[in-house]
Structures are given as C-alpha cells and as structure tokens.
Nanobody
Framework: QVQLVESGGGLVQAGGSLRLSCAAS??????MGWYRQAPGKQRGLVAT???????TYADSVKGRFTISRDNAKNTVYLQMNSLKPEDTGAYYC?????????WGQGTLVTVSS
C-alpha cells in the first residue's frame, strides 16, 4: 500500500522561498511530481521528475522552482524561490508506480503580497 507524507507548506511573503517534501513508501516509484490547485481553478502541473532525473516544469515556474528526488529515501522535493501571490494554492504530491497513480493529501502554500 502506497503512503505519501507531505510537508513544507506555509505562509510566506512575495519574493520568499519554501521547500516542499513528499516521502513515499510501499512501492517502487517511476515519475514523482507536484501539482497545485488555486482557489476556484483546476489542479495543474507544477513539475515532475523521472526516476533517472528527467524534469518537466510548468512555464509559470521555470527558473524559480526546482524539483529533485532522493531515490534511496523515496522522497521528492520542490524548492520554490521568488514566490509570487499567484503561486498560492494547495500543492499535491503525485507518484506513479507500475500499476497505479497516487495523490497526497495536499499542503497549503500562501504567498502574501
């Protein structure tokens, strides 16, 4: 049974930084990533990383966010710098195994102007 534990959300001023973590257990994970959902909007991609380190980013976060992972710890990280108010939302960890896709419970990020 796959379990995800997310951490690192919070309140930060515009221009600040936060680091999100998602520790996964219970399987071998291929792609791991982060998605976010702003109030009143659909959930969308932030960044993903494959097991061998290939990354993808939403255009809106390129150059500001960095996704990384530690395969030995089954943990994916999202370093968020130069945060903007429009980055506010619930951030969800997403991991994929050979058979399934699993979502975390979400962690809230609020960026004040």
């Amino acid at each position: 049974q796959v379990q995800l534990v997310e951490s690192g959300g919070g309140l930060v001023q515009a221009g600040g930084s936060l680091r999100l973590s998602c520790a996964a257990s219970g399987s071998i994970f291929s792609t791991m990533g982060w998605y976010r959902q702003a109030p009143g909007k659909q959930r969308g991609l932030v960044a993903t990383i494959s097991r061998d380190g290939i990354t993808t980013y939403a255009d809106s976060v390129k150059g500001r966010f960095t996704i990384s992972r530690d395969n030995a710890k089954n943990t994916v990280y999202l370093q968020m710098n130069s945060l903007k108010p429009e980055d506010t939302g619930a951030y969800y960890c997403n991991v994929r195994t050979r058979l399934a896709e699993v979502w975390g419970q979400g962690t809230l990020v609020t960026v004040s102007s």
